[in-house]
Structure formats: structure tokens, C-alpha cells
């Protein structure tokens, strides 16, 4: 049986080719999910994701909305054109993320503000909005409803020169155990997925600010040297990183919750 039969998942940060969100919604597509509705506060790609999605998993089970994580608005019309197509939630993936590079004397509050909106605040609202209805997973599925955080290895490891990431990583991975305990009871499981080095486009964007800032001379030199951070020095592509999301979503997972999955080549085991 498909692994995410008869379920119905939202996803956000998901409209952008090669990122980890949309590598999720094609990953529970293939597991058999009733409907996936990616969501993006930006749909420059739309028209080509949704010429991909039909042509691989065919019409119907696949939309693509759009979401500002930060707006509480937007998380209800989105739920509620969710329910209106799939008739019910069982598991919402906070994937959204966003980094503005600099340290504490380079980082401006805005700045700071910024990232703390959309890594931490989306994922509280998206979570306080979805709960209502992940609560009635329990009733069609033994593993309940499932709430996926997408943190990152940033909420373990330090790094001077990306402050706002960090903090708002860090702070993630504890909305996401105290969310884990409170939600529990309504048999609402809520885990994290922490990505090591992943080749989407905020990475590279990513790699390029640190060729800029000096620290490597090239983005190639840069990827080679995150690779040999690892024990298995290697790097993730999303669709790697999407099968973790895969069994947190699915009732394999239905006695698993406030985990963290490190999904980083083992980068973590140095801190
Ligand atoms: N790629 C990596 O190496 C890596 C490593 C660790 C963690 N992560 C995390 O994985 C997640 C996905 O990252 P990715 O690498 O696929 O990056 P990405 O930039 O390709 O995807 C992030 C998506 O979030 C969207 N977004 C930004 N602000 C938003 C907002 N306010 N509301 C809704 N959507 C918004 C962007 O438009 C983009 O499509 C992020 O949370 C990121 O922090 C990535």
C-alpha cells in the first residue's frame, strides 16, 4: 500500500524548482497522497510546476497557492480552499525559510526581524492555524495528524556570520518540542527535519554571500568544502532530504514525536 494513501498535506516554502518543498509535494505525490497543495509567497515558477506535477502524477491531487507564512490571513483562506478541494488536512510541513548573512554588529534589527517572521513565526502560525484540523487525523489514519519542521543543522551548530539563520533555527527546534507536548494528547505528532548542506537555490545564494564575504574564493571551492564537513563528505539533494519528510508524514512514524532527524551527513556529530 502506498505509504500516504487517503492523506491530504500542506506544504510551504514549495514553489520554486529544485527546492526542499517541492521535493517533499513530488515525494508524497508518489506515496500516494489524496492532495498536496503547495504553497509560496512567491508563483514566479507556477506555470511550470504545475506542467511538471500534471505531467508526472497526472491532474487533480496537486495545487499550488499562494502563502506569505507571516500572514495570519493567508494561513486561513489557505486552509480553507484546502479543505474545499481535499476535504481535510492530516499533515502540514512548515518548510518556508529564509537567511540574511552578517553577525550581531553587521545584522540590523530589521534584518533580524526578518528571519525571526518567517522561520519562527510562520511555523507558530501555520501550526496554530492547522492544529483544528490535524486534530481530526486521528480519526481516519492510526498516526494522527503530523506537523514536519523543516530546522536545519543551524539549530545545533554556531556560525558568527549568520546570526538571524542560527537564533531562529535554534528557536524552531524548541516550538517544535514544546508544540510536540502540548499537541500530543490530540494525537498531533510534531518533529523536525534538519538539513545539512542541501543543493536548492537559498544554498546557493547562500554560497555565493560567502564567496563575497571572502571566506571561499569560488562557489565550487565552497560546495567541495561543505562536502568535506561531513564524515561522508557529501552534499544532500532535496529529493534525498524529501524522503525523511516521507516517513514523519506516514503511520510508520505513529509513535514518534518532539524528534529532531538529522539529516546533515553526520556534519552535527562534530558539535
Ligand atoms: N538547502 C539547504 O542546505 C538547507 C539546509 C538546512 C535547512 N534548510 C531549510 O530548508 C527549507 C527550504 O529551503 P530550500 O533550501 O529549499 O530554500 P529555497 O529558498 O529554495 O526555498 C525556500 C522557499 O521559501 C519561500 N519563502 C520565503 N519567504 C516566505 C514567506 N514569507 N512565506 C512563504 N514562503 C516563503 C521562498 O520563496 C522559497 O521558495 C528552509 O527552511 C531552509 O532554512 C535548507
Same mark, same amino acid.
Given at each position: +500500500?502506498?505509504?500516504?494513501?487517503?492523506?491530504?498535506?500542506?506544504?510551504?516554502?514549495?514553489?520554486? /524548482?529544485?527546492?526542499?518543498?517541492?521535493?517533499?509535494? #513530488?515525494?508524497?505525490?508518489?506515496?500516494?497522497?489524496?492532495?498536496?497543495?503547495?504553497?509560496?509567497?512567491? @508563483?514566479?515558477?507556477?506555470?511550470?510546476?504545475?506542467?511538471? +506535477?500534471?505531467?508526472?502524477?497526472? &491532474?487533480?491531487?496537486?495545487?499550488?497557492?499562494? @502563502?506569505?507564512?507571516? !500572514? &495570519?490571513?493567508?494561513?486561513?483562506?489557505?486552509? #480553507?480552499?484546502?479543505?474545499? !478541494?481535499?476535504?481535510?488536512?492530516?499533515?502540514? *510541513?512548515?518548510?518556508?525559510?529564509?537567511?540574511?548573512?552578517?553577525? *550581531? #554588529? !553587521?545584522?540590523?534589527?530589521?534584518?533580524?526581524?526578518?528571519?525571526?517572521?518567517?522561520?519562527?513565526?510562520?511555523?507558530?502560525?501555520?501550526?496554530?492555524?492547522?492544529?483544528? $484540523? $490535524?486534530?481530526?487525523?486521528?480519526?481516519?489514519?492510526?498516526?494522527?495528524?503530523?506537523?514536519?519542521?523543516?530546522?536545519?543543522?543551524?539549530?545545533?551548530?554556531?556560525?558568527?556570520?549568520?546570526?538571524? %539563520?542560527?537564533?531562529?533555527?535554534?528557536? =524552531?527546534?524548541? $516550538?517544535?518540542?514544546?508544540?510536540?507536548?502540548?499537541?500530543?494528547?490530540?494525537?498531533?505528532?510534531?518533529?523536525?527535519?534538519?538539513?545539512?548542506?542541501?543543493?536548492?537555490?537559498?544554498?546557493?545564494?547562500?554560497?555565493?554571500?560567502?564567496?563575497?564575504?571572502?571566506?571561499?574564493?569560488?562557489? =565550487? &571551492?565552497?560546495?567541495?568544502? @561543505?562536502?568535506? +564537513?561531513?564524515?561522508?563528505? +557529501?552534499?544532500?539533494?532535496? =529529493?534525498?532530504?524529501?524522503?525523511?519528510? *516521507?516517513?514523519?508524514? !506516514?503511520?510508520?512514524?505513529?509513535? *514518534?514525536?518532539?524528534?529532531? /532527524? %538529522?539529516?546533515?551527513?553526520?556534519?552535527?556529530?562534530? %558539535?
Amino acid at each position: +500500500m502506498a505509504r500516504l494513501q487517503n492523506k491530504v498535506a500542506i506544504v510551504t516554502g514549495a514553489g520554486r /524548482i529544485g527546492n526542499i518543498g517541492l521535493a517533499v509535494c #513530488e515525494a508524497f505525490l508518489r506515496e500516494g497522497a489524496a492532495g498536496v497543495v503547495a504553497t509560496d509567497i512567491l @508563483l514566479d515558477d507556477a506555470a511550470a510546476i504545475a506542467a511538471k +506535477m500534471a505531467d508526472t502524477h497526472g &491532474e487533480g491531487r496537486f495545487q499550488l497557492l499562494q @502563502l506569505d507564512v507571516t !500572514s &495570519e490571513a493567508d494561513w486561513q483562506r489557505v486552509v #480553507e480552499e484546502t479543505v474545499a !478541494s481535499f476535504g481535510h488536512l492530516d499533515v502540514l *510541513v512548515n518548510n518556508a525559510g529564509i537567511s540574511i548573512h552578517g553577525g *550581531v #554588529e !553587521s545584522t540590523s534589527l530589521e534584518d533580524l526581524r526578518k528571519v525571526m517572521a518567517v522561520n519562527h513565526d510562520g511555523v507558530f502560525l501555520g501550526t496554530k492555524v492547522c492544529a483544528p $484540523l $490535524l486534530a481530526e487525523a486521528v480519526n481516519r489514519h492510526p498516526g494522527g495528524g503530523s506537523i514536519i519542521n523543516t530546522a536545519s543543522m543551524a539549530s545545533y551548530m554556531p556560525n558568527a556570520n549568520n546570526i538571524g %539563520y542560527h537564533v531562529s533555527k535554534a528557536a =524552531e527546534r524548541m $516550538l517544535t518540542i514544546c508544540s510536540a507536548v502540548e499537541f500530543g494528547p490530540k494525537k498531533i505528532r510534531v518533529n523536525s527535519v534538519h538539513p545539512g548542506t542541501t543543493m536548492t537555490p537559498l544554498i546557493r545564494q547562500g554560497l555565493e554571500d560567502y564567496v563575497r564575504g571572502g571566506l571561499w574564493s569560488t562557489t =565550487e &571551492e565552497a560546495e567541495t568544502a @561543505l562536502a568535506g +564537513m561531513t564524515p561522508l563528505n +557529501m552534499n544532500s539533494q532535496p =529529493e534525498d532530504t524529501a524522503h525523511a519528510f *516521507v516517513y514523519l508524514a !506516514s503511520d510508520e512514524s505513529r509513535f *514518534v514525536t518532539g524528534a529532531s /532527524i %538529522y539529516h546533515d551527513g553526520g556534519i552535527g556529530l562534530r %558539535y
